[in-house]
């Protein structure tokens, strides 16, 4: 028996806050200390599931996803890389696009079931098989940046393949740009570039290079593609544009902005279990939890499985010896086997991703078996009748 068991009306003066700025804006705590996503509580995803389990908050996902998609005229992209096809599906059904990267991440999005018209597929690093793969897929949008990716494509595309030429430093390479205006099967639209450290330089380098486009090869270019890995301020690349528009006295073309997947990110949040508590001498002390989970983009950690009973300290939390998190202010009664909740984070490998809505908690994806990843090792032999652990 606790205090809060003999004086119920504790429980609400014990309660955690939790910033709605910090956490999907479904997060809540109950009466029992637990904290809720999607009206599910953690601590049951993390006993039906086990630890460390990735939440995705679906509501928050779709609102922010539409949120995105009505802002303006700037058209958003979202990274594929390591989505599950429920959440491709997602993307697509709020008309957003998935730009590919990987023979992997095309096979899922086939598999999910997106729009091609919505797709943009890299060919940079895509083997030649990925590219015969992407050609028959006929993508909206196909990135190339060499003049082999230009050979590949050449006589396997079905009518005319609407291309961009990556400019990883924003100025695309001259023969590449030729090779492509003459090839009759591909037609070029526009630049694709990596935005991050210099929005303005970007853009008008790119500028630059469509008004050369147009003096040298007659071809007018309607669109521009921006690659960033955080969450771009509109204001701030809209500016860019309308200066370069100005510099230039070029029409102001499509923009499309690719992104990791903030709105991924923020919808996200890992559970994980308390495997340890060290207090190192003159140091903060470590908690640790579950291997494997992930850096979070902030270090927002709470507990999940009950009121706190004591002042909170401030802490360094680690999975195994990766550190997620310091400075992580946690009561001072913290111990083996508590739950904590990991924020704005994304999943890790092997673990399972798990969506919340309406207090129903739907599995997205199950966590990865040891034998599944020792059947990849050519090394490994079987033993009759052993029994598949989870990885994580």
Known sequence: MTLLDHLP?????????????????????????????????????????????????????????????????????????????????????????????????????????????????????????????????????????????VAYLCGRTSGRQRVLVGAPDGAPDPAVVERVVHEPGLELVGFHSRSDDDVERSVRRLFSAMRATRRDHGKFLTEVHLTFDSDPVNAFVDDALDAACAATRLARPRVVLETGCPAVTFAGVTACRVASVISPAGSPRIVVVD????????????????HPLSTAERVTVTAGETEIARDVPLPCDIHAGDLLAVARSCAADGSPVVAVRGGTATALTRRMLVDEMLARDLGYSARTGTTSTSVG
């Open 9 to 149: 009306s504790l429980r609400r003066a014990a309660a955690q806050r939790i910033s709605a700025d910090l956490w999907p804006h479904s997060t809540i705590v109950d009466e029992l200390g637990r904290l809720c996503l999607g009206g599910v509580p953690i601590t049951d995803v993390a006993a039906e599931f086990g630890t460390p389990t990735h939440l995705l908050d679906e509501v928050e996902l779709r609102d922010r996803l539409h949120a995105q998609h009505a802002a303006g005229d700037l058209v958003p992209v979202l990274a594929a890389k390591s989505l599950p096809t429920t959440v491709m599906r997602w993307v697509d059904d709020e008309g957003i696009g998935l730009a590919i990267r990987s023979g992997a991440d095309l096979a899922a999005a086939r598999a999910a079931g997106v729009d091609p018209a919505r797709m943009v597929v890299h060919a940079r690093g895509l083997s030649h098989d990925d590219l015969v793969l992407a050609t028959s897929v006929a993508p909206g949008r196909l990135v190339v940046e060499s003049t082999m990716d």
């Open 291 to 306: 291997a494997g989970v992930l850096p979070p983009s902030d270090c927002v950690v709470a507990l999940a499985n009950r």
